[in-house]
């Protein structure tokens, strides 16, 4: 158990994030789902084929035969709970219902296009930004408290350079998060290392757990003490935005680490530029800073590399967190290796 407390300041809690507004059916959701449609060439709308995922799916919510139905009936039930456990139960069954139905309808799991709102509907295919977007979704549709944040340490305490998204949901009477994760067999995961907001900035963070998966608290990595739940901000939505950006530039074909083999002009232009928009939407984007600066290198563009590896790491310090690569990125821009 931390002896001591983290403190946030009025000036800290003033300027917190806004969670991003993730609601199924919203113009935020709608939005994110439409750009792919648009970006692939697609007609049609996302809301739709999940609507009829749920009628065929065989994973029913609270008795409604509609997935709108299901979830007002459900957000119906949370408020006219009796009690505090009551309700932490239902949002928990809530919570559950979500990963079993998307892991169910969409059964693949893929890093090179499951990013895609319109990957689901033409492969089947999802991944975890997009599987913890929808999941948020539902959620917040019910009524709950529910965001994204990144993962930077596993469940089995592997470390990565921000290299998972989980959602996150809140209980209702504030005795904790559970981390949602459809990446995982079981509904409530335990990675041990996420990014939310806090004290005034995107902090690297260590949850606390308790039993049955629940996060008490969550510890600043490099800092001093814990802080309760209720201190941490989900993702905002411009940084959601900005994630869907990083991995079109992360996976474009020919690109840093995309599909096609080989990396082409072509493809790194392609990368180059939607890291550049990740950037634009969320500056504090220290994933997006790191993999432009590696870009740059690939092409050439050996000066403006090692500016962008500094300015990234810049961004990884002020969040309490280098991680390894990013270490040997910024040795080499320091002129420690070629």
Excluded at 145 to 150: H, N, Y
Excluded at 305 to 314: L, S
Aim: hydrophobic share 40%.
């Amino acid at each position: 158990m931390l002896a001591t407390t983290l403190m946030l300041t009025p000036l800290a809690c003033a300027a917190a994030a806004t969670p991003a507004d993730l609601s199924y059916g919203g113009k935020n959701f709608q939005a994110l789902a439409d750009d792919s449609y648009r970006l692939a060439g697609m007609p049609g709308h996302f809301q739709s084929w999940l609507a009829d995922a749920y009628l065929r799916g065989g994973v029913p919510l609270a008795g409604g035969q509609t997935l709108d139905q299901a979830l007002a009936r459900r957000k119906a039930q949370l408020q006219a709970a009796k009690s505090p456990a009551e309700k932490d139960a239902l949002a928990r069954d809530t919570a559950a219902w979500a990963h079993k139905f998307i892991k169910k309808v969409v059964p693949k799991f893929s890093l090179e296009r499951g990013f895609e709102f319109a990957s689901i509907v033409k492969t089947g295919e999802r991944q975890c930004l997009l599987q913890s977007t929808i999941i948020t979704g539902l959620l917040q549709k019910a009524g709950l408290d529910a965001g994204l944040v990144m993962v930077w340490k596993s469940m089995s305490g592997q470390e990565s350079n921000l290299g998972h998204v989980t959602s996150v949901l809140r209980l209702p009477i504030g005795a904790g998060d559970l981390q949602v994760d459809a990446s995982e067999p079981q509904p409530f995961a335990s990675h041990q290392g996420i990014l939310g907001w806090a004290d005034g900035d995107y902090r690297f963070l260590a949850p606390q757990f308790g039993p049955q998966g629940l996060i008490t608290s969550y510890r600043q990595v490099g800092g001093a003490g814990a802080g309760k739940p209720a201190h941490l901000s989900f993702l905002s939505m411009n940084y959601v935005r900005s994630q869907f950006s990083y991995y079109r530039g992360e996976r474009a074909s020919g690109g840093v680490l995309g599909t096609g083999g080989r990396a082409t002009p072509a493809g790194l232009k392609t990368s180059e530029r939607w890291l550049r928009q990740a950037l634009k939407e969320e500056p504090r984007n220290a994933l997006a800073a790191s993999v432009l600066g590696t870009v740059l290198r690939k092409e050439g563009q050996l000066d403006q590399a090692r500016q962008q590896y500094r300015q990234a790491a810049a961004l990884y310090a002020a969040e309490g967190h280098t991680p390894a690569g990013m270490q040997a990125n910024l040795a080499w821009a320091n002129g420690k290796g070629q």
